[in-house]
């Protein structure tokens, strides 16, 4: 894990002592709210529906031990006893009050930790495979990169005021967990014909009321030239980004609006000018930053005791067989720690939870923790041996759930329950799906099956993304949901399509378990995932489930 030097020190530091002005300044009325807005974006503070919001960074999703105390520390003397854990993986509390806000960015910087660059039309926190540097499948572990990018990046003077806001995602793998298409920058680790390594970059994804699939602008980039492409890049954006209208100035539209080939040509030619520029320096940089992510020592010890519980105990077993996903070493498993608990809040953490997630990465899980972009927080290496005590711990405070990738693993944005951009409400659909899904018992039958819910067309809540998609919207001062389905979020990214009219806030179950009862009774055979079957059949069957015979028509 990266720690600060003096610079980053130093630097954070200035940034609170500026915003503890700016902030006593608001409080006596020398700001309006209009003035204090720029100032507190550049600090992560948002005004949301009942009170401010502020996004605390977690840079690629990593934290340890010491960092989850301090924001178990914070939910308990600064709010009221929980986090949010977001789709960017960072960590939101939602009742800060505006006095105390610098004082928690002074408990932030203990742990080398900020707000900085998590709202405003810059980039915001660079995210990676939850699962970097324990993966089977991994390539190379690309927190290295992503913290290159992370530094270049943060009060890059060419790139504080950008059309609109900006998001990169990088992953290691083969497989993309970190949904790299949908970002405006995606880049995938690949090895060229020579063995080298190097990246796939993908430019001009993004969700929100335009969804775009990102087009691949370069297949293979040497992992040398990645700062100044990168640079390259936003550089173009810069210029060419529309300022007149804040719907068309994500750099997906001037994509769309300047062809993938007038892009690309700018940006190579923009790459050469800039390249030498580097010197060196970014080269040095990685290699600093390289020795902070060493692989821990892993043990080789018995497993025994993690087969005998399996035997013994089925609710443990069941828990592994969803919870746990193969590491690298033989010896150990990822284990992912479900925040989706039926009847909670997606996202949500209590500080007592935070702690004891806190205890068992120090304890069991060689100081590392992750957030992943699907509201859940991971022990990336836990030996095999200490499973059946981390799952016992886990049980204790309600974060045994084992549903991971299943129905009520639901990705869901915090809606009008808090948001001010909202329309209507995610957090209780979402619990709502979860209740029914539990009274039916019919989970572990339905398999893999990924529900996404946003409260507003901004898609906080990758509803674009999920095989079974729900968009809550106003409809003439009525929340109506919308479904649609067949999207991915994987390497094979494709949005989901709309099935046809939105339903009723008390419709909207029902229509979701018709969904899978049509599934159940279609599929081949219980191997058959929800995807894999719509994919097979199509649309058709699932809207006649929806709507009814006769009416799928007109639900078109």
């Known amino acids: 894990m990266y720690r600060y030097n003096d610079f980053d020190n130093a630097f954070v530091r200035e940034r609170i002592r500026q915003f503890r002005a700016q902030v006593q300044r608001r409080i006596v009325g020398n700001l309006t709210e209009d003035e204090f807005k720029p100032l507190r974006l550049m600090n992560g503070l948002y005004l949301q529906l009942h009170a401010y ?87 190379e572990d690309p927190r290295p990169y992503a913290e290159l990018i992370r530094q270049w990046s943060t009060d890059h003077p060419e790139f504080q005021f950008l059309p609109r806001k900006f998001k990169i995602a ?57 700062l100044p492409y990168l640079e390259a890049i936003v550089s173009v954006y810069n210029l060419l980004g529309r300022r007149d209208n804040k719907y068309k100035a994500r750099i997906k539209i001037t994509v769309r609006e300047h062809g993938i080939e007038a892009i690309r040509q700018r940006v190579e030619t923009d790459f050469v000018l800039r390249r030498n520029s580097f010197a060196g320096a970014d080269q040095a940089l990685l290699n600093d930053i390289q020795n902070s992510f060493r692989p821990p020592v892993f043990i ?31 010896g150990y498993a990822i284990v992912t720690i479900s925040l989706k608990t039926p009847g909670g809040t997606p996202g949500d953490a209590t500080a007592q939870q935070m702690q004891v997630m806190a205890e068992l990465a120090e304890r069991n899980g060689h100081d590392e923790l992750r957030v992943s972009h699907e509201q859940n927080i991971i022990l990336p290496h836990i030996h095999k041996s200490h499973v059946p005590d981390v799952y016992n711990a886990l049980h204790a405070v309600g974060l045994a759930t084992a549903n991971i990738g299943l129905v009520s693993d639901i990705i869901a944005c915090p809606g009008m329950d808090y948001c001010a951009l909202a329309t209507a409400r995610s957090i209780p ?53 919308q479904i649609t389905l067949g999207g991915e979020a994987t390497e094979n990214a494709q949005l989901g399509e709309r099935a046809g ?24 055979n219980p191997s058959e995932t929800f995807l894999e079957t719509y994919r097979r059949l199509g649309l058709e069957p699932f809207k006649v489930a929806l709507y009814g015979e006769g009416r799928t028509r007109h639900a078109a």
Request: proline share 5%; hydrophobic share 40%.
């Open 53 to 139: 919001m502020l996004r605390v960074a977690i840079p690629y999703g990593t934290l340890n031990a010491q960092k989850m105390r301090q924001l178990a520390l914070i939910a308990t003397r600064w709010d009221k006893g929980y986090g949010h854990f977001t789709t960017r993986q960072n960590i939101q509390y939602n009742w800060p009050k505006l006095s105390d806000v610098p004082d928690i960015l002074e408990d932030l910087a203990v742990v080398q930790m900020h707000a900085i660059q998590t709202s405003g039309n810059t980039i915001r926190n660079v995210t990676a495979d939850h699962f970097a540097g324990a993966a089977a499948d991994e390539i």
């Open 170 to 226: 990088v992953t290691g793998s083969p497989h993309d967990r970190a949904v790299t298409r949908a970002h405006d920058i995606g880049l995938r680790m690949v090895r060229n014909g020579a063995g080298e390594t190097g990246f796939e970059v993908i430019i001009g994804g993004g969700l929100g009321r335009t969804p775009i699939m990102g087009k691949v602008l370069r297949g293979f980039l040497p992992a040398r030239d990645l």
């Open 300 to 330: 080789d010890a018995p497993v025994n005791s993690f087969d005998v519980a399996r035997k013994n105990d089925p609710d443990f077993d069941m828990w592994v067989k969803t919870n746990l996903t193969g590491h690298k070493h033989p």
């Open 429 to 481: 659909i979402a619990q709502e799906i979860a209740a029914r899904i539990n009274e039916l018992k019919l989970e572990r039958d339905i398999g893999p099956l990924k529900i996404k819910i946003s409260g507003c067309i901004n898609a906080c809540g990758h509803h674009h993304l999920g095989h079974i998609g729900i968009l809550g919207l106003d409809r003439a001062g009525v929340e109506n949901y």
């Open 501 to 524: 009219p939105g339903f009723a806030a008390r419709e909207i179950v029902p229509a979701i378990e018709r969904l899978i009862h049509a599934y159940l009774a279609r599929r081949k």
